[in-house]
């Protein structure tokens, strides 16, 4: 079983989506981009993880990370 990351409140999932929104990428084509490194996600999945009610997995969370050119310090500030 994924290890999945627990998120405190909603700011890991606010986090992502303000990065998200700051590169002008939409959720159909950040699913997309994840989809192509063969990482399970749907768009209705990412809407959960962005609204914190739904814990994102590790792999989910390093290719969000890797697509939005980030870092996790930034992801969980």
């Not at 994924?2 to 939409?26: A, F, S, T, W």
Request: hydrophobic letters at 35%; charged letters at 30%.
């Amino acid at each position: 079983m994924e290890q999945k990351v627990k998120q405190d409140g909603i700011c890991l999932g606010q986090n992502i989506r303000q990065i998200r929104k700051e590169k002008n990428i939409g959720q159909t084509e950040l699913v997309a981009l994840m989809q192509l490194r063969n990482v399970q996600i749907t768009r209705e999945t990412l809407v959960k993880i962005e609204r914190g009610v739904q814990h994102i997995k590790a792999t989910q969370l390093k290719a969000i990370k890797e697509i939005l050119d980030t870092s996790y310090d930034e992801i969980f500030k």
